[in-house]
């Protein structure tokens, strides 16, 4: 018997739950009620009390309310000292007590539920397995490469297919290499994509930077578009890239999506001293930084994309180390571990969040700012200010650790980002939860995402890589 099942003997604490809507998916009623938390217990409801299988009920729910299935509790049970769950996809966990009735053996914590399947855990509180969280019993799922079936209570998985090819159900379990490879290309960095292509900077065989593009499905050729765009981070817009000519008196340039030479935005021959750099664009304007502190202390700049003369937005601003831009705002993150905003039209500088680990990528979806950190943690906060949310924390990496081009990723319910430091794939719910690892990486130097897939660009196997969802 475990220990937990053991100290469920004494914990008679009784608790009844409700129904759960999880990812669109009306989960089976349970006990109580309530509605409204998450299948793991890991978000809650509005109004009532907490609901076994979701924590918060729904609106008039309460613990012990009418409505749901009834409850074994008190019921009789088989055989003194055995353990059980009072439903599928619930937290509670049951006991057979003295008079062979059913007692409340223990509540689970939020983001466990009790194992009902027969086993040595069976009847214990397990941690809601994170590539299940979202799921129903039985949905197929990733993880670790390979497929499986989220079990009863989505704390087990059983095991389907290795996924040695990337083939039917595994072509979403295994990265697809889209072009690239040793000798085929050098540095690999930054990414952007349209509805035909991903892009990418690179140094072809010859030394020159520039860009390359490739078919998103990698059925068809490679091609070098040249640009001699030297920074990580390019950006796309129209029939137009993005990105920064590195040099003492470069700066903004746009190379055609079907290739072609790298042509100035900036046309006031001023001598920013592009050392590494970061661009955003929206459709009329580009906002960019020269990735150095020698002109004007470090700033950030806007400019027309039909070309004229760079305006700062921000001035004496620690090392950029990575841009983007909504409607009303430009965003950025410093080497001084700031994330700061600025109007498209100039204005006041605001502090959105300060003591970050050399923050080395940012997003902005739906009102909030999503950020990497060197340190291997991803958080957040809104674009209006506020408390700053820890979405992943990762393992100790090195807060002096950043590479220009790093990405990260935002859709509707999700974020994804890089991790160069672990080598990985990784993604969390925008609401919270457990991180979890999408595809191993080497040395991961840009990330992007469209409606079915992401893409990344491996900095030291020198490869273009994709993975569904």
Known sequence: ????????????????????????????????????????????????????????????????????????????????????????????????????????????????????????????????????????????????????????????????????????????????????GPGRQAQPAGIAIDAAYVYWRVKDSSGRLGIARSPLD?????????????????????????????????????????????????????????????????ANNAYWSPGSTGYLGGAVFSVALTGGTSAPLAMNQAMVLAITVDASNVYWTSTNGNVVKAPINGGSVDELATGQQNPNAIAVNDGVIYWSNGAGTVSSVAVTGGTVTTLAIGPNGNPSLHYNGLGIAVDTTTVYWADPTNNKIMRVRKNGGAPVTVAGAALPLGLVIDDTHIYWANGSSYTIMRIAK
């Open 218 to 282: 990698g059925n068809g050729v490679t091609t070098f578009l040249g640009g001699d765009l030297g920074s990580g981070y390019i950006a796309i817009q129209g029939a137009n890239l993005y990105g920064l000519v590195m040099g003492p008196t470069t700066g903004p340039a746009a190379v055609p999506t079907e290739g072609g030479s790298a042509v100035a935005l900036d046309t006031s021959g001023t001598a920013y001293g592009v050392v590494v750099g970061c661009i955003a664009v929206d």
């Open 1 to 180: 018997m475990s220990a937990t099942a053991t100290s469920a003997l004494v914990a008679l604490v009784a608790l009844a739950a409700g129904c759960e809507i999880v990812g669109g998916i009306k989960r089976r009623p349970l006990a109580g009620g309530g509605s409204g938390g998450s299948a793991a217990g890991m978000t809650a409801g509005t109004g009532g009390a907490a609901g076994r299988g979701g924590d918060g009920g729904g609106t008039g729910g309460s613990i012990g309310g009418a409505g749901g299935k009834q409850t074994r509790i008190g019921t009789s049970c088989p055989t003194l000292g055995e353990f059980d769950c009072d439903a599928p996809m619930s937290r509670t966990t049951l006991a057979c007590g003295v008079d062979n009735r059913w007692t409340t053996g223990t509540n689970c914590p939020l983001g466990q539920l009790c194992d009902s399947r027969p086993g040595d855990t069976h009847g214990t509180c397990l941690a809601v397995l994170p590539e299940c969280a979202d799921q129903s019993p039985q949905d197929h799922v990733c993880i670790g490469g390979e497929l499986h079936a989220c079990g009863p209570d989505l704390v087990t998985s059983d095991f389907i297919d290795g996924c040695s090819t990337a083939v039917g159900e595994c072509a979403r379990c295994k990265p697809v290499m889209i072009a690239g």
